[in-house]
């Protein structure tokens, strides 16, 4: 089945590649692994990467299938089953029969599992509070609501390019 090429995209204006420029700032900055673990002993939570992109994911939808998850993460199934299975022993997450068909199975998050996420996000928000600490609250008020737009018109534009998908559900983020 042959594929459609991509639309030739536009020049981007000088100021859509000073957001490019700084997502990726911000996104290298939020992903590093050094962020991560200090970001871990601040919520006291030991969590690698991938289980708390899993347990984000989990704590912000209705219980969901693995392959659910894997869509949603961007990432092969296996990885979330593997995910999947060291929270699972370490009390994070629990599995349940899916409603829509018994012989499936939907993960779904345990009090704990609830707590250590809170404790997660707490520890982000304390952190950016301190970054942010001399934003006016209008300033923060604008930007919160800049990037949930930013966020809506990529899953907007993601959703178009990719068939089967959801709105508002991520498309692969790698």
Do not use: C, N
């Not at 700032?25 to 899993?54: C, F, K, N």
């Not at 001399?134 to 737009?149: D, G, N, T, V």
């Not at 966020?151 to 983020?173: H, I, K, M, N, R």
């Amino acid at each position: 089945m042959p594929t459609e090429p991509l639309p030739v995209a536009p020049v981007a204006s000088p100021e859509v590649v000073e957001i490019e420029r700084a997502l990726t700032r911000i996104t290298y900055l939020s992903t590093r692994a050094r962020q991560h673990e200090r970001l871990m002993a601040l919520a006291g939570v030991p969590l690698d990467r991938a289980a708390v992109a899993l347990l984000r994911q989990v704590a912000d939808s209705d219980p969901l299938r693995p392959g659910e998850l894997a869509q949603r993460l961007g990432v092969e199934a296996s990885h979330v089953t593997r995910t999947v299975q060291q929270l699972q022993k370490s009390g994070y997450v629990t599995r349940i029969p899916d409603p829509d068909d018994r012989r499936a199975q939907r993960i779904q998050l345990t009090d704990a599992g609830r707590r250590a996420i809170d404790r997660v996000r707490e520890a982000g928000a304390r952190g950016m509070q301190l970054a942010l600490g001399e934003w006016k609250p209008e300033e923060l008020r604008q930007l919160a609501m800049l990037f949930h737009r930013m966020v809506d018109d990529f899953l907007a534009y993601a959703v178009e390019d990719e068939p089967g998908q959801e709105a508002g559900s991520p498309v692969g983020a790698g």
